[in-house]
T-cell receptor, first 112, second 113 residues
Framework: NAGVTQTPKFQVLKTGQSMTLQCAQDMNHEYMSWYRQDPGMGLRLIHYSVGAGITDQGEVPNGYNVSRSTTEDFPLRLLSAAPSQTSVYFC???????????FGQGTRLTVV | AQTVTQSQPEMSVQEAETVTLSCTYDTSENNYYLFWYKQPPSRQMILVIRQEAYKQQNATENRFSVNFQKAAKSFSLKISDSQLGDTAMYFCASPHNNNDMRFGAGTRLTVKP
């Protein structure tokens, strides 16, 4: 049972480049979310999904896109990377918002 | 504006002593769940404890317990008999609007030998 798998673990991008952070879970969870973690800011919600085909914005959605075509996968897309998007990104999944969330190992992204 | 507030950026405690981490939140919901998560240096997020808002009894998990004050929207975490392995960042989490979950800025706890 792999849990929540995030790839890659580390990434360096140049300003303006695009990339996709992958997130997959094998627990049949309906609820998935993306957070970014910055020093002194804690975890801030980017986007979340309550099931396949349904996504919604969190508190810091600008510059990020998501889709949820399957229950298992919830990729996060950066269309045009900016230095302000340098952060550690976490994907999480749970049965619902009100149950324990399982987190991936995180992706450390640096935009230069 | 932060909807979950952790007013103590850093705390320290001597091994075997007790420490309390504070958290206040803001939600318009009536029935909800609150969480404390721990993030050790490995960066892996781990659930510490969960509280159901409609239950008056405070949740307890071994050395970890909460003091939940619904009217005050306060949800503090008490760690008893602190151990070196408790050294970590601790995050409080609360529901916000439209089915999302928000986290506080975290408290960095250091347990000293």
């Amino acid at each position: 049972n792999a849990g929540v798998t995030q790839t890659p673990k580390f990434q360096v991008l140049k300003t303006g480049q695009s990339m996709t952070l992958q997130c997959a879970q094998d627990m049949n969870h309906e609820y998935m979310s993306w957070y970014r973690q910055d020093p002194g800011m804690g975890l801030r919600l980017i986007h979340y999904s309550v099931g396949a085909g349904i996504t919604d914005q969190g508190e810091v959605p600008n510059g990020y896109n998501v889709s949820r075509s399957t229950t298992e996968d919830f990729p996060l897309r950066l269309l045009s990377a900016a230095p302000s998007q340098t952060s550690v990104y976490f994907c999480a999944s749970s049965y619902s918002r009100d149950t324990e969330a399982f987190f991936g190992q995180g992706t450390r992204l640096t935009v230069v | 504006a932060q909807t979950v507030t952790q007013s103590q950026p850093e705390m320290s405690v001597q091994e075997a002593e007790t420490v309390t981490l504070s958290c206040t939140y803001d939600t318009s919901e009536n029935n909800y769940y609150l969480f404390w998560y721990k993030q050790p240096p490995s960066r892996q997020m781990i659930l510490v404890i969960r509280q159901e808002a409609y239950k008056q009894q405070n949740a307890t998990e071994n050395r970890f317990s909460v003091n939940f004050q619904k009217a005050a929207k306060s949800f503090s975490l008490k760690i008893s008999d602190s151990q070196l392995g408790d050294t970590a960042m601790y995050f409080c989490a609360s529901p916000h609007n439209n089915n999302d979950m928000r986290f506080g800025a975290g408290t960095r706890l250091t347990v000293k030998p």
